[in-house]
């Protein structure tokens, strides 16, 4: 896949995350009339806004935080390298998921990191 093809998918996801939480959070009642949300804001104030109203627990959150990072590899020539090893990312895992940060590899690896540490918390 070229470079302006991965840049139109990655923005059409940005406008489906866009959309999708414009009318999440404008239909809450905790946001109030100044953290109101539009669609041309960029990804970075999207990301403090939700951080701004904790909800950083929310999937689109993550999504938002994936999508920004891809989108900053892209433009450094970094897209499609794993963000803990440097391989590529594989092409099918990019395919399933254009924001993908993480070969599979890693992506277990990291899965496992995570269920010991919930274990150790609790």
């Given at each position: 896949?070229?470079?302006?093809?991965?840049?139109?998918?990655?923005?059409?996801?940005?406008?489906?995350?866009?959309?999708?939480?414009?009318?999440?959070?404008?239909?809450?009642?905790?946001?109030?009339?100044?953290?109101?949300?539009?669609?041309?804001?960029?990804?970075?104030?999207?990301?403090?806004?939700?951080?701004?109203?904790?909800?950083?627990?929310?999937?689109?959150?993550?999504?938002?935080?994936?999508?920004?990072?891809?989108?900053?590899?892209?433009?450094?020539?970094?897209?499609?390298?794993?963000?803990?090893?440097?391989?590529?990312?594989?092409?099918?895992?990019?395919?399933?998921d254009p924001t993908e940060q993480r070969c599979?590899?890693?992506?277990?690896?990291?899965?496992?990191?995570?269920r010991q540490e919930l274990?150790?918390?609790?």
């Amino acid at each position: 896949m070229s470079t302006q093809e991965i840049q139109q998918t990655l923005m059409q996801k940005e406008a489906q995350l866009k959309y999708e939480l414009v009318h999440q959070l404008n239909q809450q009642v905790n946001v109030n009339s100044a953290a109101q949300i539009h669609f041309n804001m960029s990804l970075a104030e999207l990301i403090e806004l939700m951080s701004q109203q904790k909800l950083t627990d929310s999937p689109l959150f993550s999504q938002l935080t994936r999508l920004d990072a891809a989108l900053c590899q892209l433009e450094l020539g970094l897209y499609g390298l794993c963000s803990d090893c440097e391989s590529e990312i594989e092409p099918d895992r990019l395919a399933a998921d254009p924001t993908e940060q993480r070969c599979a590899h890693c992506d277990e690896k990291h899965r496992n990191e995570h269920r010991q540490e919930l274990r150790l918390s609790h």
